[in-house]
């Protein structure tokens, strides 16, 4: 099996593999080293063809392999790359790298309007975490942005494609998981858009996972707009007998209320099973589940606050000091 070095760390992978996928691997056999990560916008490993279209996760291939080392002179799309044994490759230990990523990122966000506060996608959004990571302050952009009206493109989804990345998530979606897709990508260029065909709504019994995928705001649940932020959720896993789907989910509760239905994402960010919209929309009543727990949130991300025990330090200084106002219950919010 040929052998790859990522940001200075060695791994065996099988014949075939991307290096993103081998970079993954480096992630998940140590969570200290998922750094060595890059970020994705429009891969998913359970959408066939996904991936090559955003650029987010380019790095610099310093050694192609031991049979040809000469380094690849730009930097390659690792989703679309396949690892040849010793190959050598650069993300974050690459300032150039970094640098185009950060030319990726204005790209990404140059009609991307500046309405976190008011977007639902707010606190698990990956164009968020990467502007955090490699944005600029102010855009150099001198240009009038595009600018589209929400719609809605079926009973239970709203398009805002002002947010819209063009990440093609929600089209392979269509054509992978529904039973005829009715919504693509139309004009091209600056003016290209997500739409439905004429006098067609989007409500197949999978499409609610068009929303799961989508990687910004452009795509929301109309039933839990503007309802509640998610940081000011508990996510809590449970199950049902679902004829359609395997009926594992994530119910996003504020007290007993179940303010919306997902599915299961892993820790890249990816849905572990699709769910229908039977259980998405039609079942938001905690009594139709069986609660398994709290849902593990990694750390880094907002909708970790007050979802973890506190550290032991605190509880010793809480001990001392009785009377002082506690930082919160492990997997309950303050006041709950």
Partial sequence: MPKVTIDNIEIEVPEGTTILQAARMIGERDKAHRHVVPPTMCYYSKL?????????????????SEK???PMPKPVASCRTAVMDGMVVENTTNPDLLDARRGVTEFLLINHPLDCPICDQAGECHLQDLGYEHGLSKSRYAFERRTFEPID?????????????????CVKVGEQLTDGR?????????????????????????????IDVCPVGALTDRTFRFTSRVWYTKPMDAHR?????????VLWMKGDEVLRVTGRKDQWGELEEFICNG???????????????PRTVDRHSVIGANHYELPQKQKLLTKAAPDSTPVGRPNELPGR
């Fill in 48 to 64: 066939k063809t996904s991936g090559g279209y955003c650029r987010t996760c380019i790095v610099k291939v310093t050694k192609g």
């Fill in 68 to 70: 040809d080392p000469r």
């Fill in 153 to 169: 493109i079926g009973d239970t989804i709203k398009l805002h494609m002002n947010r819209c990345i063009l990440c093609y998530r």
């Fill in 182 to 210: 009715v919504h693509g990508v139309i004009n091209r260029g600056d003016v290209a858009e997500i739409s439905t065909y004429i006098q067609q709504a989007v409500d197949n019994d999978f499409s609610g996972n068009m």
């Fill in 241 to 249: 007998a679902c004829p359609t789907c395997s009926g594992r989910v």
């Fill in 279 to 293: 259980c998405r929309f039609d079942h938001k009543d905690v009594k139709h589940w069986t609660v398994e727990g």
